[in-house]
Structures are given as structure tokens and as C-alpha cells.
């Protein structure tokens, strides 16, 4: 019961706040309806008992990703795009996935019924102790079973930056000479 | 038979399945709510007498009195001063975004608040009990609160607003990431998340991770004063350029929830360094057996002693009600004496020791470390923002980065080759030290170079 609450508060803020973050006009608005769809999705983690997962989408997508966003948002001018046209072809795109999203609604809301136990109501959370913490488990995993793909991903991501980095340097040494 | 509407509210207490939840749900999280509360209702007050204490010690740096008009020695100033903020008009800019403007406060208040329900304040009295992720939980969850000065300072639509956002962003993301890298170390050596287990790891190792790893605690150090906005970092309030930064338009009960989130925030902080650091709510001398007793009795001791001093300047009191007042203050230290100390006389309370003295511990530390935070405030001149920048990038992120290695390796060599520990702590931190230290000349090399072929580059967020 609590849990089916809790569930549904969470993906309800998620919903909601993700349909107002498209429909904003103001890019600041937008932003700060994506954090609470983030926020809204860290809580989701959490009531799977994913709290590593949970707090890793506190830190890294609201506290860095967004705070970027925001950092971005302020700086650009963003009076000029408003008043000017916006995409057309887009609405008809726009009508076709809400009409394949609603027949998806009905679908699974036809199918709960024939679930066992009250349908859509969550039946209680993972289990607290069979699993192990998940910050050891996410560790033991990444640093013995995959511990090469994780050393080239890290690497991929460093190239990235190095990458990133002498591109932005590039840039102000020809606007410089 | 009894009432009727008696009747019905038996019936609905003992049938209703919502309440009977309910019941069961404050049965078994009473401890917890009641902490939660207390916190929520104590972090206010606690900052307001922080801040009294700030300005009586900046007062007495400058060889001033500071706040004497209010009570004793200015003691009911932060009653007054809050009463004067929470009655003033409350302005909302007419070119303002009225909803970001009135809800960003908001959001700086309650991540900090928030992010208290993670922090053990001694062994007994937290809120979370043994969360998985501890530790990192409080430092996500306060890191939101700086979503607040962003939105507060761009909902304002002022100048000097936008301003201290944008450099408190910049600043924020900077000196988090030296924060984080400096609490690995520390994480590496307790080889957990969990608060409790943090400190437990220290209280088995018999020493405070401070001496096992000293440059990540300054690292810490002063990354948590840039986190909290505090001089010599208060670039985003600095009132000799911004009037007050990302707060300027705000005025009222808003300011003041900044205010409180920023308090609070330190004192966040102050209780992350405190775990990971300072041994938590262990006393002094944890594992020395014969100190049992003399320490134990010490906080007791130590608040009878403060009430007795008040007593004693009671008598210098100029008006009766502040004499008055005096006595209130010296009778409420004698009461929490009293309940220090009745734990030792009764033996059937003898389970209450460890929590109280814990909670004594933790709370003196947390008060230390702010004391601490005072002194710089006081003593160094701000700092500019290009030199900020320079602090945070190319001096604190590598020397926590190479600490964290250098931690490693002294963990290793004591551990796996069974060196003297001291020792290895020894060389490992010359190392950091060392490797640090060519950092910074190289740099500051390659600077000189640059800036002598080149002109000195402009900085946009100076302002």
C-alpha cells in the first residue's frame, strides 16, 4: 500500500514535471522541471532499494549535469530564439507518438486487470536483505568481473575530455591572433 | 456506554486500518520523528546563536564590544534580530520570476536541512539509522542546495545577482570536486559509507583519520569553506562588489531562509569533517581504559563550570533583567549538568553514557571546526576570483588526487608489507607534499612565461 503511494507519487511528479519541462517556453523553467523529473526518478531508484544508483543521480545529473545546463542557460541570450519560427513538420510527428503512447496506456491498462493480486497496485518493494549493499556489489563488480571494459570506458572518457579541452583552446587562440 | 462520538473514535482507532497503520508506523519510527523534529526546530536557533558568537568574536578581533544591547552581552540578540526579519515587508521585484524568486529559498533550506537526517550527532541521536550510502547522501543532498542561489540570483533579473550566481556556480563546482577527492581519502582508510562504520573504523584503529591523513583534511578544509560561501571565498555575496551577491533583492523571511540554509549548510559540513576526520563522537584518548571515568565526567564538569561563570558575571550586570536573565542562563547549565551527570549516580541509567557523552563530543568538535571556520574569516582578505580559480584547480584538485594515492600506498605498505604505520604516513604525505609543491612551481613557471609573451586574460566572472 505505502509502496504503491509512494510508487505512484514519484512517477507522477516524474511525468508531470518531464510534460512541463517540454512545454515551457522560458529555457530556465525547463531546466528546473528537468531536476524535478531527475529528483523524481532518483526516489524511484531509491524505493528499489538502488540507493547507490539513487544517490549517483542526485550527484552526478542533478548536482553536476544540471548545474551546467543552468550554468549554460544563464550565459546564452535567449530572448532572440523565442520570437523567431518555430519547427512545423513537428506537430504531425507530435500526433502520431501521443496516438501510438495512448494505445500503449490502454493496452497495459487492459493487461493489469488480468494480473493476479489487485493489478496495478505494487506488491511490496525488493527484499531489504537478499541483496547485498549496492555500493559493495556495484564495486566487487566493476573492479574484478569487468574491470577492463571499465578501464576503457574511463579512458574513452578521459580522450573525450583531452579532446574537449584542446578544441576549446584551439578556438580562443584563433579569435586571439 | 460512553459518548457516541467517543464511541466512533474507538472505532476508528481500533478498527480502521489507517490508523492502525498508522499507529504501527509511530511505533516504530518514534525515535527517528523526534529527531527529525528536533533538529528541524533546533537548526534555526543554533544558527542565529552562531552567528552571535560570529559577531562577538569579529567585535572582539577589531577590539570592539559587539551586539551589548539586547539582554546580556547581546545574549537575546538573535531572538530580536529574527523577530525584526520575520515582520519586515516581504519585496518581490516587479521584473522578478515571482515563482523561482519565492521558491528558491526554499530549496537552499531544505537541502540542508535534509541532508542532516543522514548525520549521526553522536551514537544515539540521528535521524537515518545506518544508511548504506551515509555519508555520500549528506554530501549529495547538500550539494543541491546551491540550486537555490543559482535560481534565486537569475529569478532576481539584477545585475549583482546574476552575478554572485554565476560566480557561486562556478565556485561550487570547482571546490566540490577537491572536496569529494579530498573525502576518499578518508573513505579508503575506513573501507566503508556508513557513518557508523566511519567512525567505528577510527575508534578500532585507535587514531582519528586527521593523522592518518592530514592533507586531505586541509583539503577539506578549505574546500568546505569555499562550498559555504564563507570568507576569504565569499566571492558570491562579496559586499565591496556586489552589494550582496545572489541575495541583493531579497529581503524579509526569504533572506533569512538563506541565511538559515547557509548556517545550517556549515554546520553540514562541519559534522562531514567531524565523522571523517576528527573521530566522530569519540572523546579524546578513546582507547585509553584509565581516562574512562575522568573524561566521562568531564562534559558534566565542563557546562557546571559555564553556569558557575555566569553566576559570577551576573553580579556585574548594570540592569536587573539582564541579572535576571544571567541567572536563567546559569540555572539552564546546572539542568543539562544535572542530566549529564545523573547517569553515573543512578546505575539502572548507565545505558544513557555513551549517548550523552557522544552527543557532547560530536556537537563540541562540530562547534570547533566553526570556531575554526570564524578565525579565517577574520584574519584573511578575500580573495580575488581568478586567484580563487587558480586555488581550486591547479593546486587542491591534484594535491587530493595525488593524496589519494599517496593514502593508498601507505595503506598498502603497512597493511600488505607490515611497515610501521606512522612511518609510512610519514613518507607518503612528504611525498604528496613534495609532488604538490613541483606542481605549483611548474605552473607557476609556465605562468610567468605566458604572461610575459602574452597579456594577463581577461576573466569574465570577475564582475
Known sequence: MLDSIFFYFFAGVAVLSAGLMVTRRNALHSAVCLVATLLAIAGIFLQLRAEFLFITQIILYVGGIMV?????????????????????????????????????????????????????????????????????????????????????????????????????????????? | MSHPVTQALGCVLSISPTMQAVVAFLKTWWVELVCGVVIVAAVPLVAGYVVLVERKLMADMQARLGPMRVGPHGLLQPIADAVKLLIKEDIIPRDADAFIFWFAPVISMVAALTSMGAIYFGPAFRVAQDINIGILFVIGVSSLGFLGIILGGWASNSHYSIMGALRSTAQLVSYETAGGLAIISALLLSGSLKIRAIVDAQSD??????????????????????????????LPEAES???????????????????????????????????????????????????????????????????????????????????????????????????????????????????????????????????????????????RFDQLMHLGWYILIPLAIVNIFS???????????????????????????????????????????????????????AG
Open chain 2, 241 to 383: 562588489e556586489l552589494v550582496a551577491g545572489y541575495m541583493t533583492e531579497y529581503s524579509g523571511f526569504r533572506w533569512a531562509l538563506y541565511f538559515l540554509g547557509e548556517y545550517a549548510n556549515m554546520i553540514v559540513v562541519a559534522s562531514v569533517a567531524t565523522t571523517l576526520f576528527l573521530g566522530g563522537w569519540l572523546r579524546p584518548f578513546s582507547n585509553v581504559r584509565w581516562l574512562d571515568i575522568p573524561m566521562g565526567v568531564l562534559p558534566a564538569l565542563l557546562i557546571a563550570a559555564l553556569g558557575v561563570y555566569c553566576i559570577y558575571r551576573a553580579g556585574k550586570q548594570p540592569v536587573k533583567v539582564q541579572l535576571g536573565f544571567m541567572w536563567v542562563v546559569a540555572l539552564c547549565c546546572f539542568g543539562v549538568a544535572v542530566i549529564y551527570l545523573v547517569p553515573w549516580l543512578v546505575a539502572p541509567l548507565r545505558f544513557a553514557i555513551p549517548g550523552l557523552n557522544g552527543a557532547f563530543w560530536f556537537l563540541f568538535k562540530v562547534a570547533v571546526y566553526i570556531y575554526v571556520f570564524m578565525w579565517l574569516r577574520f584574519t584573511l582578505p578575500r580573495y
Open chain 1, 68 to 177: 551546467l545546463f543552468i550554468f549554460v542557460i544563464m550565459l546564452v541570450r535567449l530572448d532572440a530564439p523565442i520570437h523567431q519560427i518555430r519547427f512545423r513538420l513537428q506537430r504531425f510527428v507530435a500526433v502520431l507518438v501521443i496516438l501510438a503512447l495512448a494505445f500503449e496506456g490502454v493496452v497495459i491498462l487492459l493487461l493489469a486487470r488480468k494480473l493476479p493480486g489487485e493489478g496495478l497496485l505494487i506488491q511490496g518493494s525488493a527484499p531489504a536483505d537478499k541483496l547485498p549493499p549496492n555500493s559493495e556489489a556495484l564495486a566487487k563488480s566493476l573492479f574484478s568481473d569487468y574491470l577492463l571494459p571499465f578501464e576503457i570506458a574511463s579512458v574513452l572518457l578521459l580522450v573525450a575530455m583531452v579532446g574537449a579541452v584542446v578544441m576549446a583552446k584551439s578556438r580562443k587562440r584563433t579569435s586571439e591572433s
Open chain 2, 407 to 461: 593514502v593508498g600506498i601507505a595503506m598498502f605498505l603497512s597493511l600488505e608489507l607490515g611497515w610501521n604505520r606512522w612511518l609510512a604516513v610519514m613518507l607518503t604525505t612528504a611525498f604528496t607534499l613534495a609532488v604538490s609543491l613541483l606542481l605549483v612551481r611548474l605552473h607557476d613557471k609556465h605562468a610567468s612565461a605566458a604572461s610575459s609573451t602574452s597579456a594577463v586574460p581577461s576573466d569574465s566572472y
Open chain 2, 205 to 234: 584503529q585507535h587514531v582519528w583519520f586527521l593523522f592518518l591523513a592530514p592533507v586531505a583534511f586541509f583539503t577539506y578544509l578549505v574546500a568546505s569553506i569555499a562550498e559555504t560561501n564563507r570568507a576569504p571565498f565569499d
